[in-house]
């Protein structure tokens, strides 16, 4: 801070001091301008505090709206640009919303970090490989598959919320609360309580049918993680590597095929 911003500061304290001392008649007036200005240096703390972590907290959706896809910047053809945008947008939608909008958060941040996984996989690939080769060939087409099926979940995800999102949880507690509490039930009461308590249970059965989406595609994507650090370790030019990457490759199909293992029947 410096000396023209102190002396500022100062002066408030001094001119109450100066009041306090030399006028006995206006001492409470001289003590209300040091409170006061305390309260001013309270409430500027506090402001510069908010704007500081405003500054240093990152947004969860700063970085997918930095994102922009392309044919040539991304290894997807057009028709998978197009998909993976029309998840964003769904998910991007949900953030704000009272009840889905943590859930919508994580799917939103699988999406954004598959799309990072996959090409920095897809490098490794292209400097441990020759594209030429069967072997390449052959992890290409498994390591799409498992990317694929992770987005196969997203939009499992994207469908459920597009038969919950125009449902307001919110009125059907607060319903259900006043029914249970009211005294006397009309048979058109009780027939609406027990109503909304199928239709509650059916939306937390949605939610958790979300929820083991995404814990499936987080556990995928850790194992990913886990593979691109073992093929970084691979030397192409030992006599184990074929058989290393033939070890790789079969543990990406288990990989694929455990993504697909919860089956989603459907509550609504």
């Known amino acids: 801070m410096d000396k023209k911003k ?6 408030p304290f001094v001119i109450a001091i100066e009041v306090i001392f030399f006028s006995d008649s206006l001492q409470k007036f001289g003590l209300g301008i040091i409170v006061g200005a305390l309260l001013v240096e309270v409430l500027n703390l506090r402001l510069d505090r908010t704007k500081f972590k405003a500054k240093t907290e990152k947004s969860p959706l700063k970085d997918l709206e930095d994102i922009k896809l392309s044919e040539a910047s991304i290894s997807y053809n057009k028709g998978i ?4 945008e029309e998840l964003k947008l769904q998910f991007s939608d949900l953030t704000s919303s009272k009840y889905y909008k943590e859930s919508a958060r994580l799917a939103l941040n699988q999406l954004l970090r598959l ?3 996959f090409e920095k996989f897809k490098n490794i690939l292209d400097i441990k490989l020759d594209k030429e080769e069967i072997t390449y060939e052959r992890f290409m087409s498994v390591t799409e598959e498992v990317y694929y099926n992770i987005l196969d979940n997203l939009e499992k995800i994207k469908n459920i919320y597009q038969s919950i999102e125009d449902v307001n949880l919110g009125y059907i507690n607060f319903r259900i609360d006043m029914l249970e509490n009211k005294a006397d039930l009309t048979t058109e009461m009780r027939e609406e309580l027990i109503s909304l308590q199928k239709r509650k249970g059916m939306i937390l059965g949605e939610l958790d049918s979300i929820d083991r989406y995404l814990s499936i595609n987080e556990k995928a994507m850790t194992d ?6 073992k093929l970084g370790r691979v030397k192409t030019s030992s006599s184990q590597a074929k058989k290393e990457f033939d070890l790789s490759i079969a543990d990406l199909q288990k990989m694929a095929n455990r993504i697909n293992q919860y089956e989603y029947k459907g509550n609504l």
């Open 81 to 84: 640009i197009e998909f993976i």
């Open 224 to 229: 990913i993680d886990n593979m691109k650090i």
């Open 6 to 11: 102190i002396i500022k500061k100062l002066i």
């Open 115 to 117: 799309i990072d996984k």
